[in-house]
């Protein structure tokens, strides 16, 4: 049975834009490098990575949804630090976020991936950017590269997209 192939190749093509949050930046500077760097160890140039700077992770899914929709960018990498607080704003932030970024890549059929943080403490977040527990930008940046070519493989859809198409 022919398997699609799963390869880390980037396409001088490709082009990749990274949507951060500078809200945690002592986190998400760190989750930044680990996607840049991934990117450009796989091949990618520095002008291939495209990044916005948005204020806090409620605010990453507009700016997803804009990127995505330009049908510029092979993949929209979203990265952010999410640590509650003493009260449940983290929760009105993390589920809806999450569930917009997921609809946004269905909806132009561009791999939207999820690199936002949602963490108890800073120590936590530390730890998942680059610490101990590795670093979500560097796991959203293969993820990205990963996606982009195996839909590179698979049929076009049949239906017509939306303009990104
Ligand atoms: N507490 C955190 C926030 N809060 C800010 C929101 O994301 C948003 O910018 C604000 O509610 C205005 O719409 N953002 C994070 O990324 N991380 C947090 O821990
Ligand atoms: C996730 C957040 O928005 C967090 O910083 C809010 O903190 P708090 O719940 O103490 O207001």
């Not at 990117?39 to 806090?56: C, E, N, S, Y």
């Not at 990453?60 to 607080?85: C, F, H, M, N």
């Amino acid at each position: 049975m022919p398997a699609l192939e799963a390869n880390l190749l980037i396409s001088p093509d490709d082009h990749f834009a990274v949507v951060v949050s500078r809200f945690n930046d002592l986190v998400t500077t760190r989750l930044l490098e680990g996607a840049v760097a991934t990117l450009k160890r796989h091949g990618a140039k520095d002008d291939q990575i495209t990044t916005a700077w948005v204020p806090g992770s409620f605010e990453i899914p507009v700016v997803a949804d804009r990127l995505a929709s330009s049908g510029k960018y092979a993949a929209v990498i979203t990265l952010g630090a999410v640590i509650q607080g003493e009260t449940s704003h983290h929760e009105y932030i993390n589920a809806p976020m999450a569930s917009a970024l997921m609809q946004i890549g269905l909806k132009y059929g561009r791999p939207v991936l999820f690199g936002v943080l949602t963490c108890h403490s800073m120590e936590q977040a530390l730890d998942r950017a680059g610490g101990k527990a590795g670093n979500k930008g560097v796991e959203a940046a293969l993820a990205a590269i990963e996606t982009v070519n195996l839909l590179r493989q698979c049929a076009q859809p049949a239906s017509p997209r939306t303009k990104s198409s």
